[in-house]
């Protein structure tokens, strides 16, 4: 289970090869933002996140799957106390 966000921070939750690029389960950033503006915040924490996982992963807002979005200023606003996951595509053998 993730650690609670402090007070103005949202939780990020990481799963898959998403854990494995950040080498974490969970982060927390500042909110209320839009998650455009939180995909730039991972690219800068995590360089090259954009590409390797946010391109094709899907993304819920607490339990709720989203819209990923075209550029920083578009999404759906985080607001704090959110919890964000990203799951990146999983595949079967």
């Known amino acids: 289970m993730a650690a609670a966000a402090a007070t103005g921070q949202c939780t990020v939750l990481?799963?898959?090869?998403?854990?494995s690029y950040t080498g974490m389960e969970s982060e927390a950033f500042p909110a209320p933002m839009p998650?455009?503006?939180?995909?730039?915040?991972?690219?800068?924490?995590?360089?090259?996140?954009?590409?390797?996982?946010?391109?094709?992963?899907?993304?819920t807002v607490?339990?709720?799957?989203?819209?990923?979005?075209?550029?920083?200023?578009?999404?759906?606003m985080i607001q704090a106390a959110d919890e964000v996951a990203l799951i990146p595509?999983?595949?079967?053998?």
């Open 62 to 76: 607490n339990l709720d799957y989203v819209d990923v979005p075209k550029n920083d200023d578009e999404g759906v």
């Open 35 to 59: 998650l455009g503006q939180l995909f730039a915040a991972l690219e800068s924490r995590h360089p090259g996140i954009g590409a390797r996982i946010l391109d094709s992963c899907l993304v």
């Open 89 to 93: 595509p999983v595949s079967a053998g």
């Open 14 to 19: 990481y799963f898959a090869g998403a854990s």
